[in-house]
């Protein structure tokens, strides 16, 4: 008696094994694959997208986000810094440079002469805003200031007070 040739079976994936000589003329051509791919092409098309058409669309970070620095003004438009150095002391990337000079108001002894931030060095982890004992200093929610020099991150107390 005749018989058949035997058809090698082809492995798959996870075990399969595949005999049927049609089955494994699709695979051949990669339709199970290509069907597969448009399957997850389309199942991404009809979820909600990630992206933002920026510049027109903007991302607004979370609340609590810690972005750039901004030194607060007090009710009389002056910086509510009273220079006491707990910030840069609390820094712990020590990008914070603090001169103190003599208030010429009668409120508070000093006020800062010099305020800087190396935004470069920074890590904001917010320990400056923490420590801050009069609430001079916070962190915004910006943080799309793009700059040309490294010296351009480097703000001063007018940068800080616009900010
Ligand atoms: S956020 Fe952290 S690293 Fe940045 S200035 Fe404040 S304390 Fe320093
Ligand atoms: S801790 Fe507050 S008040 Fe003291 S130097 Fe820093 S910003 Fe000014």
Request: one cysteine or more.
């Amino acid at each position: 008696m005749e018989t058949q040739p035997q058809v090698p079976a082809v492995s798959l994936p996870l075990g399969v094994r595949v005999k049927s000589a049609w089955t494994r003329f699709m695979i051949a051509l990669y339709i199970p694959a290509i069907i597969a791919g448009m399957a997850k092409t389309m199942q991404w098309m009809l979820r909600p997208k990630a992206t933002l058409q920026y510049p027109e669309e903007r991302h607004v970070p979370r609340k609590g986000y810690r972005g750039e620095h901004r030194l607060k003004k007090d009710e009389e438009g002056r910086p509510k810094c009273v220079a006491c150095f707990m910030c840069a002391t609390a820094c712990p990337a020590e990008c914070i440079t603090i001169v103190a000079g003599e208030a010429p108001w009668p409120d508070r002894d000093k006020y800062p002469v010099k305020f800087e931030i190396d935004l470069l060095k920074c890590i904001y982890c917010g320990m400056c805003e923490e420590a801050c004992p009069c609430d001079a200093i916070e962190l915004t929610q910006t943080f799309t200031q793009v700059a040309t020099s490294r010296a351009e991150k480097v703000y001063d107390k007018e940068r800080l007070l616009r900010n």
